[in-house]
């Protein structure tokens, strides 16, 4: 079975703080990729990577960078949190190939900026 | 710009009966489309997909047709069980170099009603 895990379920921070969200997947997979949930918005991809080391802009990047240094590691970092990024942000994985790909997805991290 | 809209944001189903969601989309250059379903503290799992080239995909209990002139595409539950009771998300992808992302739409709650 796929796994993809996600560092923390619920997590609280402050305006301006720095926040760093951790996905690692066991499964050998090439591709990965950082969402982002919100009610009546559906997910909305925010970064992806096909290799490591390599990042592709989703289709809401602002505010937001990322890290893959190992191919199971895909981290979404926040250089300076705001209010408009509470969400619920959700990682996944797939094989290779093609984004059409079936993505295996994590549980989410709920953040709240306060 | 929602390119893949789910115009109802839930739907409510008796037990047995046949749930049926919808999802439209606006970019003609989509070429294979894929259900999700989301449990609550869930990540989202792949539930089925259907080529352009096709207009009917099955699997168990699930179909998925596609209608490429009116861009429109549904997902049937005959029948319908409790355990369907989810947040369903309809995706759509583009093939070609530089384009590899889905793009999802903003998702339909169904609960069944036992």
């Known amino acids: 079975d796929v796994k993809v895990t996600q560092s923390s379920r619920y997590l609280v921070k402050r305006t301006g703080e720095k926040v760093f969200l951790e996905c690692v997947q066991d499964?050998?997979?090439?591709?990965m990729f950082w969402y982002r949930q919100d009610p009546g918005l559906g997910l909305r991809l925010i970064y992806f990577?096909?290799?490591?080391?390599?990042?592709e802009k989703g289709d809401i990047p602002e505010g937001y960078s990322v890290s893959r240094e190992k191919k199971e590691r895909f981290s979404l970092i926040l250089e300076s949190a705001s209010t408009n990024q509470t969400s619920m942000y959700l990682c996944a994985s797939s094989l290779g190939g093609s984004a059409a790909d079936t993505q295996y997805f994590g549980p989410g991290t709920r953040l709240t900026v306060l | 710009d929602q390119q893949v809209k789910q115009n109802s944001p839930s739907l409510s189903v008796q037990e047995g009966r046949i749930s049926i969601l919808n999802c439209d989309y606006t970019?003609?250059?989509?070429?294979?489309f894929l259900w999700y379903k989301k449990y609550p503290a869930e990540g989202p799992t792949f539930l089925i997909s259907i080529s352009s080239i096709k207009d009917k995909n099955e699997d168990g209990r699930f179909t998925v047709f596609l209608n490429k002139s009116a861009k429109h595409l549904s997902l049937h539950i005959v029948p319908s069980q409790p355990g369907d009771s989810a947040v369903y998300f309809c995706?759509?992808?583009?093939?070609?170099?530089?384009?590899?992302?889905?793009?999802f739409g903003t998702g339909t709650r169904l609960t069944i009603i036992p």
């Open positions: 990577s096909y290799d490591v080391k390599m990042k």
């Open positions: 499964m050998d997979h090439e591709n």
């Open positions: 995706a759509a992808f583009r093939g070609g170099f530089g384009n590899e992302k889905l793009t």
């Open positions: 970019n003609s250059m989509f070429d294979y």
